[in-house]
């Protein structure tokens, strides 16, 4: 059973750089036709797609965040990271991590997902 | 990009059916048979219940079901339990490889 726990502060002053990991456990990001991904829900508001980043270091980022998203993979400690800088309030959300099941045309859906870590941005 | 659009909420008694739409553009759900639903209790994690627009995971029960027609994903709950009640997500390949997700419908069992 695929296991995903994210990590990191829980506050992040505004202007500075927001910055998770997610640990994956019973499965390899390495492995098969796995997207690794970044979703956020600001505190009673719907979920944000962030972005997602394929094993051989392919990245896919929402139009609305690209430009302050970086997403990244380590192999070797078989975990992913976000970064996300210049924060204000409104990024404020619980963060969670996933795998997403994606073939171009026949598969797209988040199969798996960590519990969520909640991040304030407060000064 | 703007978010698939979701009835705020939804409600019905225990052992009826209900029916959630999720209506997109034709550059997202009605480009692709990739619509995929998800259930998310207070506090919680959201929980993948259909893919590709009508396949269930193993271990969802099968009094949830989806569609699609054009534009519009639906997923139906049919025999409405306590345990239904809850926030339902839609959410669709858009192209250009970006994922989109619906506004959210929360669901109440009166």
């Known amino acids: 059973q695929v296991q995903l726990q994210e990590s990191g502060p829980g506050l992040v002053k505004p202007s500075e750089t927001l910055s998770l990991t997610c640990t994956v456990s019973?499965?390899?990001?390495?492995?098969?036709?796995?997207?690794w991904s970044w979703i956020r829900q600001p505190p009673g508001k719907g979920l944000e797609w962030i972005g997602n980043?394929?094993?051989?270091?392919?990245?896919n980022y929402a139009p609305s965040l690209k430009s302050r998203v970086t997403i990244s993979v380590d192999t070797s400690k078989n975990h992913f990271s976000l970064r996300l800088s210049s924060v204000t309030a409104a990024d404020t959300a619980v963060y969670y991590c996933?795998?997403?099941?994606?073939?171009?045309?026949?598969?797209?859906?988040?199969?798996?997902w960590g519990q969520g870590t909640l991040v304030t941005v407060s000064s | 990009q703007s978010a698939l659009t979701q009835p705020a909420s939804v409600s019905g008694s225990p052992g009826q059916s209900i029916t959630i739409s999720c209506t997109g553009t034709?550059?997202?759900?009605?480009?692709?048979?990739?619509v995929s639903w998800y259930q998310q209790h207070p506090g919680k994690a959201p929980k993948l219940m259909i893919y590709?627009?009508?396949k269930r995971p193993s271990g969802v029960s099968n009094r949830f079901s989806g569609s699609k027609s054009g534009n519009r994903a639906s997923l139906t709950i049919s025999g409405l339990q306590a345990e239904d009640e809850a926030d339902y997500y839609c959410?669709?390949?858009?192209?250009?490889?970006?994922?989109?997700f619906g506004t959210g419908t929360k669901v109440t069992v009166l």
């Open positions: 034709s550059s997202d759900v009605g480009s692709y048979n990739l």
């Open positions: 996933a795998r997403l099941s994606w073939e171009y045309s026949s598969s797209h859906h988040f199969d798996y």
């Open positions: 590709e627009v009508s």
């Open positions: 019973g499965g390899s990001v390495s492995s098969g036709s796995y997207y």
């Open positions: 959410c669709s390949y858009a192209g250009s490889s970006t994922s989109l």
């Open positions: 980043m394929y094993h051989s270091g392919s990245t």
